[in-house]
């Protein structure tokens, strides 16, 4: 049974304005004529007309649907779940921040790698949870996260939350369905699992993830990455129907905007958009690896759209970034003090120029 905050457990929050969408379901029919919500007038002089074009203009005008439920039909079928299992957002950003106030009280403890994705903290601290980290394994030329540290964590201090993301950010280390299963039947029923798998799409050939909706567990998705939307933020989760509607009931209503939901649903319904951008992607990922260590530089394996180097200390690439910086040219360091020794380098074509790779080889 899925568990959330106290004030939470045994409280029903309405929403006031749950939309046209649901209003025809609730009738039976379509509603022609859209006189309670107080949209603007469509005037044919909108300056957004010569940039987006009628449809992105009509949607921009008229509210959203606030459950986003032709997209969450749409993902629905591709994942192989209900569409009560499904959860749309304004990014995966949003969704860790949701997750944070659905399980979390002030001072109960969460659980992460030290050096993951920062955002989590952020939230985090934002919702006022105590903060436990777990080292990263080293092993060879890998930095990943320890699954059985941060179980024996999880349980010692009865963390409300565990966060991961798998694949991982920024070391870009995947486990694979066993391992997942194995974490998350290692933790407390009670505590929830946040997945995130931002980066999935980027795992072709590997072990393929679990799959639908696991227990006390909410699984993060994002269109920023393999579909070409991070500008709109759109993201989604995947957990069991009590939880997804509990999230429902603490959702801003028109997070996700009416063009955001529009742009989702058109490159959800291409079939061959976001495989053809994956597959370059992965190629360009390669390439960008294999000619960083042809340069005797330390990368970790990745299954994501970028590459991580490792270099010997901080110092070093502190001064590279630095440089790089100066001639226009922004690679990522971690802000955390167990990671500042990486800089992590996306997979795109200017990567792979000679100034790049040189000034990346030059610790």
């Not at 509603?31 to 309670?36: D, E, F």
């Not at 919500?37 to 909108?46: I, T, V």
């Not at 993201?235 to 742009?263: C, F, H, M, N, V």
């Not at 989702?264 to 294999?290: G, H, S």
Request: hydrophobic content about 45%; some cysteine; overall charge neutral.
């Amino acid at each position: 049974m899925p568990h959330f905050a106290r004030h939470l457990e045994h409280h029903n929050i309405h929403n006031p304005f749950p939309g046209i969408v649901k209003l025809e379901q609730a009738l039976g029919h379509r509603v022609v004529s859209r006189l309670g919500a107080n949209e603007s007038l469509p005037k044919p002089s909108s300056p957004l007309l010569a940039l987006f074009g009628d449809a992105l203009t009509e949607a921009a005008r008229l509210y959203p649907d606030p459950y986003a439920l032709a997209l969450r039909e749409r993902v629905a079928l591709l994942r192989g779940v209900e569409t009560e299992q499904v959860l749309f957002d304004a990014g995966a950003d949003s969704l860790i921040l949701l997750a944070l106030r659905l399980v979390c009280n002030a001072g109960d403890a969460v659980v992460c790698s030290a050096g993951t994705y920062p955002t989590f903290r952020y939230f985090a601290e934002g919702v006022g949870s105590r903060v436990l980290e777990v080292p990263y394994q080293q092993q060879a030329a890998q930095l990943r996260p320890d699954l059985k540290r941060l179980a024996e964590v999880a349980r010692a201090e009865r963390a409300a939350l565990l966060y991961l993301a798998n694949p991982d950010n920024p070391t870009g280390h995947y486990w694979g369905a066993d391992d997942i299963l194995a974490l998350r039947n290692a933790l407390p029923a009670r505590t929830m699992l946040l997945l995130d798998e931002a980066y999935i799409d980027f795992c072709a050939g590997e072990d393929a993830p679990p799959p639908g909706a696991l227990p006390q567990t909410l699984r993060l998705r994002t269109l920023s990455k393999a579909y070409g939307l991070a500008g709109l933020r759109v993201g989604y989760a995947l957990a069991e129907q009590a939880i997804i509607a509990k999230a429902d009931q603490i959702r801003p209503q028109y997070a996700l905007s009416g063009l955001a939901q529009l742009a989702a649903k058109t490159v959800l319904d291409d079939p061959d958009y976001a495989p053809e951008l994956i597959a370059a992607t992965i190629q360009l990922r390669e390439r960008l690896a294999d000619a960083l260590r042809h340069r005797d530089l330390t990368v970790l394996p990745s299954h994501t759209n970028f590459v991580s180097v490792a270099y010997a200390n901080p110092a070093s690439s502190e001064a590279i970034q630095r440089r790089l910086l100066a001639d226009g040219i922004a690679v990522h360091r971690p802000p955390h003090p167990a990671m500042r020794h990486l800089l992590r380098v996306t997979a795109q074509s200017q990567a792979l120029s000679a100034k790049v790779l040189d000034a990346l080889a030059e610790g």
